[in-house]
């Protein structure tokens, strides 16, 4: 295996990593802090489709970590990109607290499917409303597929099996947008200057986090609170670069071993 180079960026997953809705992962605030304290580039990645960018930029500061709005990359993000690019008119299938990243999106007359975690839209009414849409030849779009989430009174499913029903249903393949697709890590670095040989990205979710970053040439840590169930590592290969029981002890890990 080629020799590993420096470590010049973090990726920060969000959800389940650093806050659990509006509570903080212990002790996560500081060990930010700590990993600010040192050269390397961080910069924060979700795909988290239940509420703006704006709104999560106002969690995080409720929740006192020191984070700006540029150095957040969402799969909304990715979404709306994607979508300007194909020129289409999405049925946006998105929690309604995620519309504002949608805003001057032509959304009338719909000719696409954009889908991501929107319980209260997940009715039999509106689903097949999608469906027909897609068997009319409508692309889907995916904001990710993730299986499933961790909510304060519990896991609750995600956007994926929504996704896999609409492509069950029509014979069809979603493009997916978020994590753990490459193209989403490779976006999240543009503008760094880093290269993903020089990059560890530290999340919950064994496939989505860590499997996505390794595949895109990162290294990955996976913390143990969130979504993290026992035994996750062994679901993927290769396995995470470090497992841990929470973020801060990923940044100890880093200020120790890695710079």
Same mark, same amino acid.
């Given at each position: 295996?080629?020799?590993?180079?420096?470590?010049?960026?973090?990726?920060?997953?969000?959800?389940?990593?650093?806050?659990?809705?509006?509570?903080?992962?212990?002790?996560?605030?500081?060990?930010?802090?700590?990993?600010?304290?040192?050269?390397?580039?961080?910069?924060?990645? +979700?795909?988290? $489709?239940?509420?703006? @960018?704006?709104?999560?930029?106002?969690? &995080?500061?409720? #929740?006192?970590?020191?984070?700006? !709005?540029?150095?957040?990359?969402?799969?909304?993000?990715?979404?709306?990109?994607?979508?300007?690019?194909?020129?289409?008119?999405?049925?946006?299938?998105?929690?309604?607290?995620?519309?504002?990243?949608?805003?001057?999106?032509?959304?009338?007359?719909?000719?696409?499917?954009?889908?991501?975690?929107?319980?209260?839209?997940?009715?039999?009414?509106?689903?097949?409303?999608?469906?027909?849409?897609?068997?009319?030849?409508?692309?889907?779009?995916?904001?990710?597929?993730?299986?499933?989430?961790?909510?304060?009174?519990?896991?609750?499913?995600?956007?994926?099996?929504?996704?896999?029903?609409?492509?069950?249903?029509?014979? +069809?393949?979603? $493009?997916?947008?978020? @994590?753990?697709?490459?193209?989403?890590? &490779?976006?999240? #670095?543009?503008?760094?200057?880093? !290269?993903?040989?020089?990059?560890?990205?530290?999340?919950?979710?064994?496939?989505?986090?860590?499997?996505?970053?390794?595949?895109?040439?990162?290294?990955?840590?996976?913390?143990?609170?969130?979504?993290?169930?026992?035994?996750?590592?062994?679901?993927?290969?290769?396995?995470?670069?470090?497992?841990?029981?929470?973020?801060?002890?990923?940044?100890?890990?880093?200020?120790?071993?890695?710079?």
């Amino acid at each position: 295996m080629a020799a590993r180079r420096a470590l010049k960026a973090v990726l920060v997953d969000l959800s389940g990593t650093l806050h659990i809705e509006d509570a903080a992962v212990p002790g996560a605030q500081e060990a930010l802090k700590r990993l600010r304290a040192t050269s390397v580039m961080v910069r924060f990645v +979700t795909n988290t $489709t239940k509420e703006s @960018k704006q709104d999560l930029l106002e969690r &995080l500061k409720k #929740l006192e970590f020191d984070i700006s !709005e540029d150095e957040i990359f969402t799969s909304l993000t990715a979404a709306r990109n994607l979508v300007e690019q194909k020129q289409v008119r999405p049925m946006l299938l998105v929690d309604d607290r995620a519309l504002p990243d949608f805003k001057g999106i032509q959304t009338s007359d719909p000719n696409a499917v954009v889908i991501g975690l929107a319980p209260e839209h997940f009715h039999y009414q509106i689903l097949n409303q999608a469906f027909r849409l897609l068997l009319d030849g409508a692309p889907l779009i995916a904001i990710h597929k993730a299986r499933y989430y961790k909510r304060k009174d519990g896991l609750a499913l995600g956007p994926g099996p929504f996704v896999t029903a609409l492509e069950y249903a029509t014979d +069809t393949k979603a $493009t997916v947008v978020g @994590k753990p697709e490459k193209t989403f890590f &490779l976006e999240a #670095l543009r503008g760094t200057g880093c !290269e993903p040989e020089e990059t560890v990205m530290i999340g919950d979710d064994c496939r989505d986090d860590v499997g996505g970053a390794q595949n895109a040439g990162m290294r990955g840590i996976l913390v143990k609170t969130g979504k993290y169930r026992a035994a996750d590592e062994d679901k993927i290969n290769p396995a995470p670069y470090l497992t841990c029981e929470s973020f801060p002890h990923a940044v100890d890990h880093i200020l120790q071993h890695l710079l």
